[in-house]
């Protein structure tokens, strides 16, 4: 059983270019959120996709945009890059008729640690 | 609004010891999830426990043992015998209500010297 997976690893990117993150929610999940880890900090939400749409979204700005595919993958999309986007991106899968149940739990990946100079 | 407090930045204990993380939250809502991630230098977010408001009974798993206290609204973390391993950034996190996301506390840094 496929946990969640994330591409790429780490990547490094000079300001003002555009990154473009992937990922792959666990067998079974349909609902996919991201979060951005600032270091030393705890994960902070950017925003959630469900059926191929934005379903809520953090304090993040419009750089940040989101897609979803038909068989549930993801990607995470920032434009303008500051050196302030450094940091470990986390994609989270989850069920989402679980998130109304006492039932569900929320996996993450291994992150995308992206570096911005 | 949702907060969670991990007043604890960093703890150091020597194998052997038994150290517990606190974690306090903050929720209007009645209807919640309390979360417990692990995450290792790696930077995978490893799940270790989740609970619901409406379900106050402590658990224990192996050397791991949650406490959870609604009059205090706290959902502390006991490793017993710790060891090297359990070296780690360790996270508690609230999902309230009809919330979709994970609301994160800022994590203690724990390290078992040998």
């Known amino acids: 059983d496929a946990g969640v997976t994330q591409s790429p690893t780490h990547l490094i990117k000079t300001r003002g270019q555009q990154v473009t993150l992937r990922c792959s929610p666990k067998?079974?999940?349909?609902?996919v959120s991201w979060y951005q880890q600032a270091l030393g900090q705890g994960p902070q939400f950017i925003f959630q996709?469900?059926?191929?749409?934005?379903?809520q979204r953090g304090n993040f700005p419009d750089r940040f945009s989101g897609h979803q595919f038909p068989n549930y993958s993801s990607e995470l999309n920032v434009n303008a890059l500051l050196l302030g986007d450094s940091a470990l991106y986390l994609c989270a899968s989850s069920l989402r008729t679980g998130l109304r149940r006492s039932g569900n739990t929320i996996y993450f990946g291994e992150g995308s640690w992206l570096t911005v100079v | 609004a949702q907060k969670v407090t991990q007043a604890q930045t960093e703890i150091s204990v020597v194998e052997k010891e038994d150290v517990t993380l606190d974690c306090v939250y903050e929720?209007?809502?009645?209807?919640?999830?309390l979360f417990w991630y692990k995450q290792p230098p790696s930077g995978e977010l490893v799940f270790l426990i989740r609970?619901?408001?409406?379900?106050?009974q402590n658990e224990i798993s192996g050397r791991y043992s949650w406490n959870f206290q609604k009059s205090t609204s706290s959902f502390n973390f006991t490793i017993t015998a710790s060891q090297v391993v359990d070296s780690a950034v360790y996270f508690c996190a609230l999902r309230s209500g009809s919330a979709r996301q994970l609301t994160f506390g800022s994590g203690t840094q724990l390290t078992v010297l040998p």
């Open positions: 929720t209007r809502d009645t209807t919640y999830y």
């Open positions: 067998s079974g999940h349909d609902t």
């Open positions: 609970r619901n408001s409406f379900d106050e």
């Open positions: 996709y469900y059926e191929e749409e934005e379903r």
